[in-house]
Antibody, heavy 118, light 110 residues
Framework: QVQLQESGPGLVQPSQTLSLTCTVS??????????WSWIRQPPGKGLEWIGY???????YYNPSLKSRVTISVDTSKNQFSLKLSSVTAADTAVYYC??????????WGQGTLVTVSS | QSVLTQPPSASGTPGQRVTISCSGS????????VYWYQHLPGTAPKLLIY???QRPSGVPDRFAGSKSGTSASLAISGLRSEDEADYYC???????????FGGGTKLTVL
């Protein structure tokens, strides 16, 4: 069974860049058949898809976030990462990594709360 | 406002059958597979249905997904107290070139 774990700062200052990493175990992010996702849930709201990555180098982003989002991968560590620039309070949310998306094996990490505040 | 419309709430008593709807359009549900997730607050969301009507290993057959035109449904039969959770539909939208989630439905077991 695939397991995922998010890591990164829980507090980010406004206008700075949010950076999170997802470590994957029990599955390889190098499989070209799978997508690896980032999703977020603002407090009291529903789930919002941020984007996903498909090895070796295809990325797909939410159009509303596309100008600020970068998803990258480190195959040597079986990790993929999220960078969200120019954050505001509206980016405060629980951030989840998940994958392999669009398959029966789709699993999610426990999520990590990121607060944008000075 | 989400591209996919779900009722904000649903309820039922133990043993009942409940259905949660997810309304979309010809650019998403009409042409792509639908996915359903169960989310208990504070935990990782869990995949319930993939490929519109397929259950992953370990998901009981009390959960069933279906689609008709531009709407999809999740049916839960033999309702149990542990089914009380938030449920989300998800699908790829060809017009947006992105994945979209429904707004979520909070299921209460009375």
């Amino acid at each position: 069974q695939v397991q995922l774990q998010e890591s990164g700062p829980g507090l980010v200052q406004p206008s700075q860049t949010l950076s999170l990493t997802c470590t994957v175990s029990g599955g390889s992010i190098r499989s070209p058949d799978y997508f690896w996702s980032w999703i977020r849930q603002p407090p009291g709201k529903g789930l919002e898809w941020i984007g996903y990555f498909q090895y070796p180098g295809s990325t797909y982003y939410n159009p509303s976030l596309k100008s600020r989002v970068t998803i990258s991968v480190d195959t040597s560590k079986n990790q993929f990462s999220l960078k969200l620039s120019s954050v505001t309070a509206a980016d405060t949310a629980v951030y989840y990594c998940a994958g392999p998306t669009n398959s029966e094996l789709d699993s999610w990490g426990q999520g990590t709360l990121v607060t944008v505040s000075s | 406002q989400s591209v996919l419309t779900q009722p904000p709430s649903a309820s039922g008593t133990p043993g009942q059958r409940v259905t949660i709807s997810c309304s979309g359009s010809s650019s998403n549900i009409g042409i792509n597979y639908v996915y359903w997730y169960q989310h208990l607050p504070g935990t990782a969301p869990k995949l319930l249905i993939y490929g519109t009507n397929q259950r992953p290993s370990g998901v009981p057959d009390r959960f069933a997904g279906s689609k008709s035109g531009t709407s999809a449904s999740l049916a839960i039969s033999g309702l149990r107290s542990e089914d009380e959770a938030d449920y989300y539909c998800a699908v790829w939208d060809d017009s947006l070139s992105g994945r979209v989630f429904g707004g979520g439905t909070k299921l209460t077991v009375l």
